[in-house]
């Protein structure tokens, strides 16, 4: 019978608290994407690899990137160093990561849509849950380890157009002329992703985050039926599982479709992008749920007072509930090191 991760220590570690529904300050710190390419170790660890793709599948060196920003910064929390797009990799859609360009993958039609197996896709996973128990295995006890997946209708938008959109066109008017192809490419996601999630919490990860970075471009209706039924089946078919399972949930641009998500998906805590007014997150958001975030990367690349007013403000709206510091969405390349070691020293500085 599959049993739940065991990390013993885990009630010792800040964002577990959190996610379990504690208020702690100051709260726990991590940053998406912050192993990444602002830090100098990061690139050349990335050379080394001699790609991004290699630096994924390299137990070793995606080791070694995960733990980079815990020895710089001491964040509360390593995620995983992966991308989103390895689920279609795993299925046979062979991806490239241009340099300079992004993702690319051959665009699926409705046969191969048909053929896909969603259980070819684990075992060539392998590399990157060996990275997870890598990880776990040299992180301080009191740090938590995430894992995490693209949610399906965010990896679909670049399934079928092949690579990143500005408005998603491709994969709505998929959805619309194609629905039940369309559906057919959700529940295999659904279940690929499902696998990986539970395999990342097997392997050592305290939590797993839901990535769907391209929420906003959905109608209510489609929001609705590609978004959060999706989210939903992923959480119940990983629970499932490993019972009690900390899953965060981020749809990035959601607004006012929030409320229905946090209502419908049972996710554990809710990722909060940049724009979510802290009111409107202090009032009816974080009295149902944990709540991540939402500092705006792009303060943190202009540092100074603009930072400082704006970790303040979080703190401020939403340092009395339960809260796990983060950005709004990944830190950008050119951020400044020295403004992530202000950040940091910020917040932790802040007291109730």
Known sequence: MDEPNANRPAAKRTL??????????????WLMRQAGRYLPEYRRTREQAGGFLKLCYSPELATEVTLQPIR??????????????VIPDA????????????????????????????????????PVIETVRRV?????????????????????????A????????????????????????????VEASADYLVAQLKAGADAVQIFDSWASTL???????????????????????????????????????????????????????WSVPLGFARERLQPRLPVQGNLDPMRLVAGGAALDAGIDAIL?????????FNLGHGITPETPIAHVERLVARVRGRRA
């Open 91 to 126: 299925l046979g859609r062979a991806l490239v990561i241009e340099e300079g360009v992004g993702p690319r993958l051959p665009p699926i039609d409705t046969s191969e849509i048909a053929r896909l197996a969603p259980e070819t896709a684990l075992p060539r996973l392998a």
């Open 219 to 273: 109608d209510e209706d489609g929001f609705d039926r590609w978004v959060i039924r999706p989210t939903q089946a992923i959480v119940e078919r990983v629970r499932a599982r490993v019972p009690g399972a900390r899953i965060i949930g981020f749809p990035k641009g959601a607004g006012l479709y929030l409320e229905d998500y946090v209502g419908s998906t049972g996710v554990t805590a809710l990722g909060l992008d």
């Open 162 to 189: 092949g690579k990143g959109t500005p408005d998603q066109a491709p994969a709505r008017r998929f959805a619309f002329e194609h629905p039940d192809a369309f559906q057919r490419l959700m529940d295999v996601l």
């Open 16 to 29: 577990v608290r959190v996610l379990d529904g504690e208020s702690i300050s100051p709260p726990p710190i």
């Open 72 to 85: 710089r910064f001491g964040f509360d929390a390593a995620i995983l160093f992966s991308d989103i797009l």
């Open 136 to 160: 776990r295995a040299e992180l301080p006890e009191t740090t938590a380890l995430l894992g995490f997946c693209g949610a399906p209708w965010t990896v679909a938008t670049y399934m079928i």
């Open 316 to 324: 401020d709206g939403l340092g009395a509930g339960p809260l796990v």
